[in-house]
């Protein structure tokens, strides 16, 4: 397994933990009938196992199915787009256009309505939304990880890697998600590790180099938590 698929099963795992107050293996077994399956469950609670999405029930797979039927969102954040952008499976700007497909509602208000406003080539649209100023509510944890997704996806592109104001905004934007985010049901026991591992991987030095200047208290991600909306 590798890091983001252990990233993925712990925010999964810790949102039904979190949704059903439950976190024993064998009681987690018994809410979602999978009684069998006590050896996959202990698998998920330590991150050794992505559950499948396969309707197939044979050979303990199909558990994500399971587990939707009474909750539906969990099945949601596992195929969230965060996880192929994290592992770089998505880069370009089609498949930008699909993954906004999948956002929340009030993510797929920001990108999808300025799409359709103005129809244009995927390079085109990229190159005007690149930077521009997004909007989270509090406690919209489902809009952050929209965002945080949108905008690690774009720093790949052209203007991101070149324009430094463009950069600066993918900075204030992902800086507007890391609030709700510390305090989802997804991430809150593990979200300092989290965006570690985000900044070492992916942002790199985005905060340092293109976040506030004056903004001097703490490194990194860390540079933006006095300002979180949280």
């Not at 712990?10 to 006590?38: H, M, P």
């Not at 774009?154 to 890697?161: D, K, P, V």
């Not at 104001?165 to 026991?189: C, D, E, H, M, V």
Request: some cysteine; proline content about 4%.
């Amino acid at each position: 397994m590798t890091d983001v698929d252990k990233f993925q099963v712990r925010a999964w795992f810790d949102f039904i933990v979190a949704s059903t107050k439950e976190s024993s293996a064998t009681e987690l077994g018994r809410i979602f009938q999978t009684d069998n399956s006590t050896r996959l469950w202990d698998k998920y609670k330590h991150a050794k196992h992505v559950p499948s999405c396969s309707n197939d029930e044979n050979q303990g797979r199909g558990y994500a199915f399971a587990v939707a039927k009474i909750l539906p969102d969990t099945l949601w954040l596992l195929r969230h787009p965060i996880w192929p952008v994290m592992s770089g499976k998505k880069n370009s700007p089609r498949e930008f256009l699909e993954m906004l497909e999948g956002f929340s509602g009030s993510a797929q208000d920001y990108y999808l309505p300025f799409h359709a406003m103005r129809p244009m080539d995927p390079f085109e649209f990229l190159e005007e939304i690149i930077g521009k100023e997004i909007w989270i509510e509090r406690g919209d944890w489902f809009g952050a990880l929209d965002h945080l997704a949108a905008n690690l996806m774009m720093m790949n592109f052209g203007t991101a890697q070149f324009n430094r104001f463009a950069r600066a905004g993918i900075a204030y934007n992902i800086s507007k998600t890391l609030g709700p985010l510390s305090q989802s049901p997804w991430f809150a026991k593990f979200y300092e590790e989290f965006f570690d591992y985000l900044e070492k991987k992916i942002w790199t030095n985005l905060f340092d180099s293109f976040y506030h200047e004056s903004f001097k208290d703490g490194l990194g991600w860390r540079k933006t938590q006095k300002h979180w909306l949280i």
